[in-house]
C-alpha cells in the first residue's frame, strides 16, 4: 500500500502566498534621528539600521546609540524625546485597518531610558518598526546675575597681637 503524500506538497505550495501574512520577532529596525535647531526647527535626519535581538533593544545598546548620536556638526545636542515605531497588528485586522487607519496608534513614547521590547510583527510590516531619537540643539546659558561669594567676616582684618 502506497501513501499519498501529494497533498502536503499542494498545501505547502498554497500556504506559500501567505506567508508574508504570519507575525515574527523583530529583528531589524531603523534608527531615526532628528535634530531640531536652536529655533525650534527640524533640519537634519540621520538614519541608520540597527540589528535587535528577539525583539529587544537592551538598554546599553539604547545608552550607546543615545551618546554617539548627541553631536552633529560639532554642535552638542541633547536628547529630548525617544519614540517607539512598532506595527503589532493582527492579520485578521488587516483588512479592517486598511479601511480605518485612524484606529490603532502604533507610535508610543518610551519615558524612560530602559530595554525596549517590540512585539512580534507581521512580515510584510518589518522594514517600518523603528525607533526615533529627536535632538535639540544645546543652548548656552544667557544668565547674567552676577556669582556672590560668601566669605568669613572674622578674618577682613589683620589680627591684634597681644603683649
Not at 502566498?17 to 532628528?34: A, G, H, I, R, T
Not at 541608520?48 to 546609540?65: C, M, P
Amino acid at each position: 500500500m502506497e501513501l499519498n503524500c501529494q497533498w502536503t506538497s499542494d498545501f505547502e505550495k498554497n500556504e506559500k502566498f501567505f506567508n508574508d501574512f504570519y507575525k515574527e520577532p523583530v529583528e531589524n529596525l531603523q534608527l531615526s534621528c532628528c535634530y531640531i535647531n536652536a529655533n525650534k526647527e527640524l533640519f537634519h535626519i540621520k538614519k541608520q539600521n540597527l540589528y535587535v535581538g528577539d525583539g529587544l533593544l537592551k538598554k546599553e545598546n539604547l545608552i550607546y546609540h543615545i551618546r554617539n548620536n548627541m553631536f552633529y556638526n560639532e554642535r552638542k545636542y541633547i536628547p529630548l524625546s525617544i519614540l517607539k515605531y512598532n506595527i503589532d497588528i493582527d492579520p485578521e485586522d488587516i483588512k479592517f485597518y486598511l479601511n480605518d487607519n485612524n484606529s490603532n496608534n502604533f507610535l508610543s513614547v518610551e519615558r524612560s531610558i530602559d530595554s525596549i521590547k517590540w512585539n512580534d510583527t507581521i512580515t510584510l510590516f518589518q522594514d517600518l518598526n523603528s525607533l526615533i531619537l529627536i535632538y535639540m540643539e544645546k543652548i548656552p546659558s544667557q544668565n547674567t546675575t552676577k556669582k556672590v561669594y560668601i566669605k568669613n567676616r572674622r578674618h577682613r582684618k589683620s589680627r591684634r597681637k597681644f603683649t
